[in-house]
């Protein structure tokens, strides 16, 4: 019988005929000791992505699994992209399994932001889409902060069962995962993790002392999602990386702010007003009158306003308008996958406008 080789970057069955489809490796990699795909190995060399190919049929039958299994089930979200790192359709899947809802990525919150307000929002949400899960986290897997305790509180929902880990790419499941395997084994970084959306493929599976297994499910990509609207390196850009600094910005009713060419802020109607940007330090924010509004971005998509670069223009979406009037003192206005604004004062009548396809939502401030 043909021996079976699993990829020590990402868990994928290894082949070496079809060069172009997943899990293929060239047969001088399977000399080695450790063997790898090559996609694992571009992306550990030279940082670089190869598509994926993992489509949504594949992930729903993954999903589908989940009901039928006895475990717990453990929701990775990305809090600066909730919405687009929701997987719509989980809640019908889990069946009488119990959920954990973690929001990852903490320590980039500014100091200002309140946790408890942020863990509320998260359940309110979760309950809005469908889902109730035990219990709300949130932490940190780059960092660490937080892994200790729902390490233990992973273990202690369990109740001796399999822990499935679910969420989609680029929240930081695999970081996540990581971080828990140290905690829960002391071993060091096993699985592919990267910056870019789509590196996790297929089910990896983590034996835990009683003989159960904590299993890392492939991440869906969410077509909605921010990150997959621009180029890679510019998702680096949007993607915050330090603790974000909030950017005050006192307009006037008929000024406008662009967040690089991503997106957009008008304020139309309103007495002055001091916005708080919470947005990845690195993306530009450049101010204009709202009439001259359009024509700066016809000029200046691809150039002073970007990301977008001027060469991926022709693919991407253009930006959709959404006009709220703000009822509540205190609100923010969510771009999902860049970041928000908190409106300080009731009454202002403003537009958001964000890539087709990516949403825009209200909250309470979290501040
Ligand atoms: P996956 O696609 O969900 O498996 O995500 P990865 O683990 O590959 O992480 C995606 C990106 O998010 C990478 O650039 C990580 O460095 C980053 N990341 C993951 N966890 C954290 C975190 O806790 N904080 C911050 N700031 N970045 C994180």
């Known amino acids: 019988m043909k021996e079976e080789y699993v990829c020590i970057g990402c868990g994928v069955h290894i082949q070496t005929e079809h060069p172009n489809e997943i899990g293929y490796a060239p047969n001088s990699a399977l000399k080695k000791e450790e063997i790898i795909c090559q ?33 717990l089930i453990v929701k990775v979200v990305d809090i600066f992209d909730f919405n687009g790192s929701w997987l719509p359709g989980l809640h019908r899947f889990v069946g009488n399994n ?9 320590d980039l919150l500014p100091k200002s932001v309140n946790h408890k307000k942020l863990m509320n929002w998260m359940k309110q949400q979760a309950k809005e889409l469908g889902l109730k899960p035990e219990e709300v986290f949130l932490v940190s897997a780059a960092k660490g902060q937080q892994m200790k305790e729902i390490a233990t509180e992973i273990d202690r929902y369990r109740k001796g069962k399999d822990v499935y880990i679910v969420g989609c790419t680029n929240v930081g499941k695999s970081t996540f995962v990581n971080r828990i395997i140290k905690e829960v084994t002391g071993e060091g970084d096993i699985i592919t993790t990267s910056h870019f959306p789509g590196t996790t493929l297929d089910m990896i599976e983590i034996p835990l002392e009683d003989g159960k297994a904590l299993i890392d499910t492939p991440g869906i990509i969410n077509h909605h999602q921010m990150a997959h609207y621009i180029d890679k390196r510019d998702l680096k850009i949007i993607t915050p990386k330090k603790e974000i600094k909030p950017k005050v910005y006192q307009l006037n009713d008929g000024q406008t702010l662009y967040f690089g060419g991503l997106s957009r802020f008008d304020f139309i109607h309103g007495d002055r007003t001091s916005f708080i940007c919470h947005f990845s330090n690195e993306i530009q924010i450049h101010r204009t009158k709202l009439e001259k509004a359009d024509e700066l971005y016809e000029k200046h998509v691809g150039e002073m306003l970007t990301p977008p670069r001027k060469d991926e223009l022709d693919e991407f979406p253009e930006l959709i308008r959404h006009e709220f009037t703000i009822k509540e003192d205190k609100t923010d206005i969510v771009y999902s996958g860049l970041g928000w604004i908190t409106v300080p004062t009731a009454g202002c009548k403003i537009a958001a406008y964000v890539p087709k396809g990516v949403n825009v939502t209200l909250r309470k401030s979290l501040i």
Request: aromatic fraction near 8%.
């Open 39 to 71: 996609r694992c190995f571009r992306l550990k060399h030279y940082n670089e992505v190869q598509d994926v190919s993992l489509t949504d049929d594949d992930f729903l039958k993954i999903l589908n699994g989940l009901g039928n299994k006895d475990a």
């Open 98 to 106: 119990k959920v954990l809802l973690v929001g990852n990525k903490v």
